[in-house]
């Protein structure tokens, strides 16, 4: 028995899905005591529009869209923040390499290691990988320790059907896991 049905996922899918304002009204609960607040600097290196930081009033916001013409990912200087919520593409077309996988790497270039940060991915980021995969090794051995996960339900997005989760590194102040 699948609960995925390919036939009812068929439809060529959006090439950016905005988060569901509940879901990011979810996020922003589990965060506003410890970053809504005005020493907060928090990022969001693929913003859309601002809807995953929209609820932070008190907190300072740095963004990131190409569509506004800010690009993440050729950005060389370091950022200060203290708190990493994104909601990458996830495929741009790079090969085997999950777009969500070249966000994650920028971020941990730019910013330190040790800022909590909230990635909501493809489930496949976490799970789909060999024993000698390179992503694999990266999260056994470069990546943070992914401190909390979020189940999210299949049909989270808008008209599309895809195994997502929300993946955190550095989050010890909240629960390990939460099914949204």
């Given at each position: 028995?699948?609960?995925?049905?390919?036939?009812?996922n068929k439809?060529?899918?959006?090439?950016?899905?905005?988060?569901?304002?509940?879901?990011?009204?979810?996020?922003?609960?589990?965060?506003?005591?410890?970053?809504?607040?005005?020493?907060?600097?928090?990022?969001?290196?693929?913003?859309?529009?601002?809807?995953?930081t929209?609820?932070?009033?008190?907190?300072?916001?740095?963004?990131?869209?190409?569509?506004?013409?800010?690009?993440?990912?050729?950005?060389?200087?370091?950022?200060?923040?203290?708190?990493?919520?994104?909601?990458?593409?996830?495929?741009?077309?790079?090969g085997?390499?999950?777009?969500?996988?070249?966000?994650?790497d920028?971020?941990?270039?730019?910013?330190?290691?040790?800022?909590?940060?909230?990635?909501?991915?493809?489930?496949?980021?976490?799970?789909?990988?060999?024993?000698?995969?390179?992503?694999?090794?990266?999260?056994?051995?470069?990546?943070?320790?992914?401190?909390?996960?979020?189940?999210?339900?299949?049909?989270?997005?808008?008209?599309?059907?895809?195994?997502?989760?929300?993946?955190?590194?550095?989050?010890?102040?909240?629960?390990?896991?939460?099914?949204?």
């Amino acid at each position: 028995m699948s609960v995925y049905n390919k036939k009812e996922n068929k439809t060529t899918k959006p090439s950016d899905t905005a988060t569901p304002l509940d879901l990011c009204k979810y996020i922003y609960d589990l965060l506003k005591d410890k970053f809504d607040n005005k020493e907060t600097i928090i990022l969001d290196c693929c913003c859309g529009d601002k809807r995953l930081t929209n609820n932070f009033i008190n907190a300072n916001v740095i963004n990131y869209e190409i569509k506004d013409g800010t690009d993440f990912l050729k950005e060389t200087n370091k950022i200060d923040c203290s708190l990493v919520i994104m909601n990458p593409p996830f495929n741009v077309g790079q090969g085997r390499k999950l777009s969500v996988e070249v966000f994650l790497d920028k971020v941990l270039e730019l910013c330190q290691n040790d800022i909590p940060i909230l990635m909501i991915c493809p489930m496949g980021f976490r799970l789909n990988n060999r024993r000698s995969s390179k992503r694999l090794i990266k999260l056994k051995t470069i990546y943070p320790d992914i401190t909390t996960i979020i189940s999210l339900p299949l049909d989270t997005f808008d008209k599309t059907l895809f195994h997502c989760e929300i993946v955190c590194f550095n989050t010890k102040f909240i629960k390990p896991h939460y099914q949204f």
